[in-house]
């Protein structure tokens, strides 16, 4: 049941690429990319043994890119009964795409 939400949560990540004016002195802009936070409601903690960092590109229109997540608070208690053990893990880092000079 909520791992269709926690999916649903994780993919509107990717649509929120939003640029917005800033102050810095190395850019006039800001992109700013709102993410959902990841809650793990499941009752089985899981050890990654590594993890591999795949980044996703984003169109900065030559902005700096800030990545803020959502303020959903630190979500709710999960009571663990468990624990697995298993190869590796993808987290998911974003990155400008380079602009043509």
Request: with cysteine.
């Amino acid at each position: 049941m909520f791992f269709p939400v926690v999916a649903l949560l994780s993919l509107a990540a990717t649509a929120l690429a939003v640029p917005v004016a800033n102050a810095a002195e190395s850019a006039p802009c800001t992109t700013v990319l709102r993410i959902a936070p990841h809650f793990d409601l499941s009752p089985t903690q899981t050890v990654y043994q590594t993890t591999v960092t795949a980044y996703n590109r984003v169109d900065c229109a030559g902005c700096v890119l800030e990545t803020q997540y959502l303020p959903w608070g630190h979500g709710p208690v999960v009571i663990r009964t468990a624990t697995t053990t298993v190869g590796t893990t993808t987290e998911y880092a974003f990155q400008c795409e380079p602009t043509s000079a």
